[in-house]
């Protein structure tokens, strides 16, 4: 396949100025500097504090047959999950960027909005429907429907920029649909989906809670017996680093299998690719998505409707809902701004100055995925109240926890876009003589646009639920939607809980919908693509 | 992209950053008192502003959960924001009290409730108590189906019926308890019998919705769970009832709701009148008035219509202070893999 270009400027020219000296930017490599300085905090936090623990107290728990049932079940639950996330991700994503689907751009806000609804709707949601769900495969599946957009979303990003030139090279070439779509259209965009697959992957590895109500135990339990009934915030951090140890292995996996990513060569804007009309198979086509957006989005929010409709039997005092949605969208907003500004530094070094730092600083910010983000709040804790008190249990504090929780989603979002914007037009405007901030501005930008607005609507939707940081980090007095919603449910009053998780999955409606117009009006221009 | 999206992509982020750094500036306050509290909300937020409106004294109050709470308070050190901790129960109280971060609270304050229900230590004082019984579905077994002991839970008459919550704080007593009257070897056959006959779930909520609607027929839960299931189902909804355990019965607990004041407090004599407050008849009446079905411990106040008085209940045959941190309980159930 050597139609492709290398995604790594010929010679390193690009990094050189004029006058032939090599030249780092500085500008990057601070900022992602600053990105690992960030999430090293919390893990140096779980260093520390799992130092402190005796070897015979870790043996006492670690090293019993529980503990390798629960291991069991955790790496069951990602590899099945990941796989159907994939399969679920890319093939709702190709429906709706690639076919004549009616309808598209509302199937494509509301394939990504699952995402947006709490895990303890989705799950109490199921129970309710069915009391006597429990086990491997009713954990499976209710995870699947809530983490598929991980990899539908930065799939379908990637797919809108694929080069219909090549595909129609390789079919011209005598290559069969299917062969095109698996050897040319999937190879494109590979990066995007397996970024999708690892989020799934190491976020599965850290959840706890989703399937609790499925009767279903993962390793993540071992640890928050730790922290829930031991009090024991030592032997909690020492069973966390097992989860640091899988994830590294799985992150390495992930290394060798992405590749370099492949960039469009050739001259010119590429061409929109044509969209495949569905004839025949309209119907199953639409039936599938259909059912797809029944069991994630409806089945949730049709047990939010019943909880409205039966009513409000709360005594608790009203907090304005409005107040607590303007804080979730401000918190939210800031954090996918920096989250998504930290990225940008993260995944354009490791994908155009790809050496050793670039990429272990690029897998480091895949870690907080793979952390309970209980470990991630406490170790900001610790440090805060220790060297920035100033900063403990402010707003900004909060924004910083969660754009540190959910920095690898956006990681994910600007690698494949940058994997697939082509360093050629970087070096003709250099050539042209234009500034490299310029040419970033003028060209990396615009082209990796869509890719910063995918990284943007995750980091937006995952912070709008969060839920263990918000507890511990929120100024005192600040509500959220996540915290009245809790607030309400562990009092039972479901009734008055309802409109909070409803306004949750409103919320997350507008980034995916800014998307997905954003991304129409790109390619009803068939430019800048 | 041209420049008027780009235009229209900085406002985005700037106005989105601009709303958070208000937030910022909307929050705090130089309040005279903090409350951590893993207490019920409603209940806290009612005697919080009675509080305010009895002393002047103002009072910034965050929820959380209270074990969750714990590890921060343990995190944050000579540091805390706290000045007071409340909680549901009194495991995290004497996990703090160990590691040294508890102040005395005032004699005059403890002598307001029976010494039994506070801290022996004077660290923590004992505000209101829930009491444990079992929640049965009352179309899948008749009350005389029902055992009279805890212990019978693992009896082979219950295999596949039981529902139980072992992550839940509230079953660490029940496991102490049995420990500490029969000893650990009948308390591991037991956990290991109802291992067998049960059906794990994640919470207490949870056993006492699964047993309303038929999935499990029993389970050991606290009382007011099963007072706020029906609250929230009315009676149309409620397909289960509660049952006691004998007198002196190994199941036979009362678990405290407590409150202490933090060793690092500068606030000490607000947080020492926000204690004295809690027990005060006052506050006492609105615990028992209140929507968390809990039993006021101040003598000569009654609970909630409904509830049946704490003292006609039978006295259980340990005292809450007896139970501890709970530590050796949780040992027990990882070592048969409960946990």
Redesign the interface.
Known sequence: MSAYAPTRPLGERWTRTWSGRRRWPLASIALAGLAAGLVLLPLVFLVVEAQQSGWSELE??LL???VA?LLWNSLRLAVACTLLCAALGVGAAWCVERTKLPARRLWAVALVLPLGIPDFVVGFSW?SLD??L?GYLAAVMIMTLSLYPLVFLPARTALARVDAGVEEAARSLGMGPWRTFWRVTLRQIRPAVLGGCLLVTLGLLAEY?AF??V?Y?TFT??I??E?????D?VAACALSLVLVAISVAVLSGELILSGRGAARVGAGAPRAAARVALGRWSAPVLLALGALCALALGVPLGSLAYWIARGN?????STSILSAL??T???S??A??IATTLAVPVASLAVRHRNRVTIVIERLAFLPMALPG?VIA?GL??FS??YA?AL?????EL?VAYAILFLPLAVVGVRSAMGQASPRLEEVGRSLGSSPLSVW?RVT??LI?PGLGAAFALVFISSSTEL?AT??LR????DTLATQFW?YT?????GAAAPYAAMMVAISAVPAFLLSR?MSTLARRGA?R | MNGRTTTLLLTILLSSAALALSACGSSGGGAALTVYSGQHEQTTAMLVAAFERQTAIKVDLRSGDEATLGNQIVQEGQNSPADVFYTENTPVLEALREKRLLAPVAPGTLAQVPARYSSPQGRWLGVSARVSALVYNTGKLSASQLPGSVLELADRRFAGKVGFAPSETDFQPLVTSVVKLHGTAVAERWLKGLQSNATVYPDNETVVNQVNNGESALGPINSYYWYRLRAENGSGGTHSALHYYDAGDAGDLVDISGAAVLGSSPHKSAAQEFLAFLVSRTAQELIAHSHSYEYPLRPGVSPAAGLAPLAALKPAALSPTELGDGSAALALEQKLGLL
């Open positions: 006492r728990l019993r047959h529980k049932v129970v009391p006597g429990h809670g609790e109500i009767q135990q339990v071992a928050f017996t922290f829930k009934l031991g009090f915030t039997s709360s005594t608790l005092p303007g804080h969208a401000a918190f907003a800031a996918a701004a209980l406490l804790v610790s109240v220790r008190f403990y249990q402010s707003s900004l924004i501005l930008l615009p646009a263990t507890l511990l100024p005192t007095g600040v607030t562990s009092a039972f009053s479901y954003r800048p």
